[in-house]
């Protein structure tokens, strides 16, 4: 018992603060830092969360978005040192927790409706 003790600790330090409460649905704007030789910039990865997983360190977060025409998806580790930050354009009203439907969708039949409640 004392292992997991040590373990639950060690997370709770890499557990990040300032991160928004983020829910299935909305469109987000992950800042994703590249290093590309001996410099280091941020990306922005702009789409809508389909999916989340895992609690604590784990958590990840499935994005969705289309790029050329072409569906792309990326899973984000939440408190992943490589996020820089995570910003919350818009949310979306939607009655699932998995929206894995939207992948056969096309144009605007992938629209989620908007909510303003929260």
């Given at each position: 018992m004392k292992a997991q003790e040590i373990i639950r600790e060690l997370e709770a330090e890499q557990l990040k603060s300032d991160l928004p409460i983020i829910y299935v649905g909305d469109t987000i704007k992950v800042g994703?830092?590249?290093k590309e030789g001996n410099k280091?910039?941020?990306q922005p990865y702009e789409g809508t969360v389909i999916a989340m997983?895992?609690?604590g360190i784990n958590r990840t977060i499935t994005?969705?978005?289309i790029f050329q025409g072409v569906?792309?998806?990326r899973v984000f580790l939440v408190h992943?040192?490589?996020?820089a930050e995570i910003k919350i354009v818009s949310r979306g009203k939607v009655r699932r927790a998995k929206l894995f439907?939207?992948?056969e969708r096309v144009g605007k039949a992938t629209r989620i409706k908007q909510r303003f409640d929260r």
């Open positions: 994703v830092r590249i280091e910039r941020i997983r895992h609690g994005v969705r978005r569906g792309v998806e992943s040192p490589r996020i439907y939207l992948r």
